[in-house]
C-alpha cells in the first residue's frame, strides 16, 4: 500500500539562487506552498537582487533574447536611455488609436535601470516573433575601442512588460533595482535583519 514519504525528503527543487526547496512534512501527501528568499537580497555575485523567488542579471536577459553569446553591453551604452525616444529610455505608454506612444527619459543616475543594451554574435533576435520586434544598433567609441550597443523593443501585447527592457530584479546603480518600469528605482533592503540569518541557517524538518 501507499506509504508517506519521510519528512526532509525533497518534494520541490529549487528553481534558482533566490528560490528555496520544499520538503515533505511526513504528514501529508502534498508539497507545502512554494517559497523563495526574501526580496531584496543581493544575488548573481551582487549583480542582482531576489524578486519574486527570481534572480536576473542585465546578461540574463540578454541571454534570453540573443542566445548564448548574448552580453550586456559597457555601461556607456546606457547613456542613451536619457534621450526618451523608442530604442532608449526608461519606459513607455503605448500608443492608442488617439494618441502616440510617449517615452519617459531616465535621469542620469537611473540609464541601468531603462532599455536593455546588448552585445552578440547572433544575427536574429531568438525571443519571441521578430515581427513583432523593432531592432536597433548604435556604435560608439570607447578609448579607442568600438563598442556595440544593440537594443530591441518587443510587443508581447498589453498585459506583458516588454522584455526589452532591463528585467525586475537586476542591479542598476547603487541602491538601485529595476521593477516593472515604473520608474522608480530604489533598493529593496529586507527590514529585519534577522530573518536574513533565519533563513540562512534554515534546515528542512526532520
Same mark, same amino acid.
Given at each position: 500500500?501507499?506509504? +508517506?514519504?519521510?519528512?526532509?525528503?525533497?518534494?520541490?527543487?529549487?528553481?534558482?539562487?533566490?528560490?528555496?526547496?520544499?520538503?515533505?512534512?511526513?504528514?501529508?501527501?502534498?508539497?507545502?506552498?512554494?517559497?523563495?528568499?526574501?526580496?531584496?537580497?543581493?544575488?548573481?555575485?551582487?549583480?542582482?537582487?531576489?524578486?519574486?523567488?527570481?534572480?536576473?542579471?542585465?546578461?540574463?536577459?540578454?541571454? +534570453? +533574447?540573443?542566445?548564448? !553569446?548574448?552580453?550586456?553591453?559597457?555601461?556607456?551604452?546606457?547613456?542613451?536611455?536619457?534621450?526618451?525616444?523608442?530604442?532608449?529610455?526608461?519606459?513607455? !505608454?503605448?500608443? !492608442?488609436?488617439?494618441?502616440?506612444?510617449?517615452? *519617459?527619459?531616465?535621469?542620469?543616475?537611473?540609464? *541601468?535601470?531603462?532599455? *536593455?543594451?546588448?552585445?552578440? *554574435?547572433?544575427?536574429?533576435?531568438?525571443?519571441?516573433?521578430?515581427?513583432?520586434?523593432?531592432?536597433?544598433?548604435?556604435?560608439?567609441?570607447?578609448?579607442?575601442?568600438?563598442?556595440?550597443?544593440?537594443?530591441?523593443?518587443?510587443?508581447?501585447?498589453?498585459?506583458?512588460?516588454?522584455?526589452?527592457?532591463?528585467?525586475?530584479?537586476?542591479?542598476?546603480?547603487?541602491?538601485?533595482?529595476?521593477?516593472?518600469?515604473?520608474?522608480?528605482?530604489?533598493?529593496?533592503?529586507?527590514?529585519?535583519?534577522?530573518?536574513?540569518?533565519?533563513?540562512?541557517?534554515?534546515?528542512?524538518?526532520?
Amino acid at each position: 500500500r501507499c506509504r +508517506l514519504k519521510a519528512a526532509s525528503t525533497v518534494c520541490r527543487s529549487a528553481t534558482s539562487e533566490c528560490d528555496l526547496p520544499e520538503y515533505c512534512t511526513g504528514h501529508s501527501e502534498f508539497c507545502p506552498k512554494d517559497v523563495y528568499k526574501m526580496n531584496g537580497l543581493p544575488c548573481a555575485s551582487d549583480q542582482a537582487f531576489c524578486i519574486q523567488g527570481s534572480c536576473t542579471t542585465h546578461t540574463d536577459q540578454c541571454r +534570453l +533574447l540573443w542566445g548564448a !553569446t548574448g552580453r550586456n553591453s559597457d555601461a556607456e551604452c546606457y547613456q542613451q536611455n536619457t534621450r526618451a525616444n523608442r530604442y532608449a529610455n526608461c519606459g513607455y !505608454t503605448r500608443a !492608442t488609436e488617439t494618441k502616440d506612444a510617449q517615452y *519617459l527619459r531616465c535621469d542620469s543616475e537611473d540609464v *541601468l535601470c531603462g532599455r *536593455l543594451h546588448c552585445k552578440h *554574435l547572433n544575427e536574429r533576435l531568438e525571443y519571441g516573433l521578430e515581427t513583432a520586434a523593432k531592432l536597433t544598433a548604435a556604435f560608439i567609441n570607447i578609448n579607442g575601442t568600438i563598442e556595440v550597443c544593440r537594443a530591441a523593443v518587443i510587443d508581447l501585447g498589453t498585459q506583458d512588460v516588454d522584455p526589452g527592457m532591463v528585467p525586475d530584479g537586476a542591479k542598476c546603480g547603487d541602491d538601485k533595482v529595476q521593477i516593472a518600469e515604473t520608474g522608480d528605482f530604489p533598493i529593496l533592503r529586507p527590514q529585519n535583519p534577522d530573518c536574513v540569518r533565519l533563513w540562512t541557517n534554515w534546515r528542512p524538518p526532520v
